[in-house]
C-alpha cells in the first residue's frame, strides 16, 4: 500500500499506525480479535475515521476480550447499536459477536486465533497462500469478511504482503520485530 507510507508518516491520526502497528505480527488473541473487528467496521468508511473511534470500540466491546463478546445477548446487541462511539451498523455488530464466538471454537480446533492463522499459511497443496484462497477460507470461517477486509486484516498483520513500500523505513522495524518473535 504505498499510497499509505506516502501521506501516514507523521499524520496525528495515521501516523502511529502506520509506524508501530501496521504490518507488524501480533500474536495477541484480543489485538487479532480488535483488528478484525476494526477492518470489517472500516467497510464503507475511512480508516481515519476507524482510528478516531478505536478507544470507542475498546469500550464497546469489552476490551476485545473474545470471551465476554462471545456471550453478548440482545442487551448488548442493543447497546452497541445505541453507542455514538462506534459504527452503529446491525451486521457489523452481529458479525463482531458471531466472529468472537468462532475465534472461541478455534482454541479447541486449533490452539487458538494465530494457531488457526499459522496453521492456514499454505494451502493444501503446501503453496503459500495468495489473498484469493484466504477469501474464500475466510469467507467460510467467519461473517461480514470479503476481499477488501480479509487482505487488509492479513496485511496489516504480514500474513499478506503490501503493507509498505520495500523503502518505508517502517520495514527494517517490521524485520526487526519478526527476528524477536
Known amino acids: 500500500m504505498s499510497g499509505y507510507c506516502d501521506f501516514a508518516p507523521g499524520h496525528p491520526v495515521h501516523g502511529p ?39 470507542g470500540f475498546r469500550r464497546a466491546y469489552s476490551g476485545f476480550d473474545v470471551d465476554k463478546v462471545a456471550r453478548y445477548g440482545d442487551k448488548d446487541r442493543e447497546r452497541l447499536l445505541a453507542d ?5 451498523n446491525r451486521l457489523k455488530v452481529e ?4 466472529n468472537a464466538q468462532v475465534i472461541r471454537g478455534l482454541r479447541k480446533s486449533h490452539g487458538g ?17 495468495d489473498k484469493a484462497s484466504w477469501v474464500k477460507l475466510f469467507k467460510k470461517t ?28 517502517v520495514m527494517k522495524k517490521i524485520a526487526r520485530a519478526r527476528k524477536a518473535i
Open 113 to 129: 486465533f494465530v494457531e488457526w492463522l499459522d496453521a492456514n499459511v499454505r494451502d493444501e497443496h503446501g503453496t503459500p497462500r
Open 17 to 55: 499506525y502506520h509506524d508501530t502497528e501496521y504490518g507488524f505480527a501480533q500474536r495477541d488473541e484480543s489485538v487479532l480479535f480488535e483488528r478484525l473487528l476494526l477492518e470489517i467496521n472500516q467497510a464503507g468508511l475511512s480508516w481515519e475515521t476507524i482510528l478516531k473511534k478505536r478507544d
Open 142 to 169: 467467519f461473517r461480514f469478511t470479503g476481499g477488501e477486509i480479509t487482505g487488509e486484516f492479513l496485511m496489516s498483520l504480514g500474513y499478506l504482503p503490501g503493507a509498505h513500500r520495500a523503502d518505508c523505513p
Open 95 to 98: 458479525a463482531a459477536i458471531h
Open 84 to 88: 455514538p462511539g462506534i459504527i452503529r
